[in-house]
């Protein structure tokens, strides 16, 4: 039997601001708007990302109260950056605060917790 190969095409979170979470990872990533639209769901969707993935930013017809807590269910996103220090800018500038800091193998990493509480992971490998 052959085993089948994958990849990550998408990951869609729930955000109460759609716009300003596009605008922060495309200011972080360099990513660019795919496609918007109604969310069959209800609510709409940005879909944000490169060519082959991306992260779908979803807003229900009711808005999110409150942030989530840490690890319910998710724990962490990472992304994978060229510049860890242009990308601790962009954190600062938005106004949240990178921690958690550390150059360890396989990378150089921080943290930083959006508006919604949703936890980021910023590592590079270089």
């Not at 109460?16 to 069959?40: K, V």
Request: a negative charge; hydrophobic letters at 35%.
């Amino acid at each position: 039997m052959t085993t089948p190969v994958a990849r990550l095409e998408h990951v869609n979170i729930r955000v109460s601001d759609p716009d300003r979470t596009a605008a922060f990872l495309t200011r972080l990533c360099g990513w660019h708007e795919r496609w918007r639209g109604p969310s069959a769901l209800g609510g709409w969707t940005i879909h944000l990302g490169a060519e082959t993935d991306y992260i779908a930013l979803y807003q229900g017809d009711e808005p999110l109260s409150g942030s989530f807590s840490k690890g319910q269910p998710l724990n962490h996103i990472g992304l994978l950056v060229d510049d860890p220090d242009a990308a601790e800018q962009v954190v600062i500038a938005e106004g949240l605060e990178p921690f958690n800091h550390g150059d360890y193998e396989p990378g150089r990493r921080f943290y930083v917790f959006d508006w919604d509480g949703i936890e980021w992971e910023i590592v590079s490998y270089s």
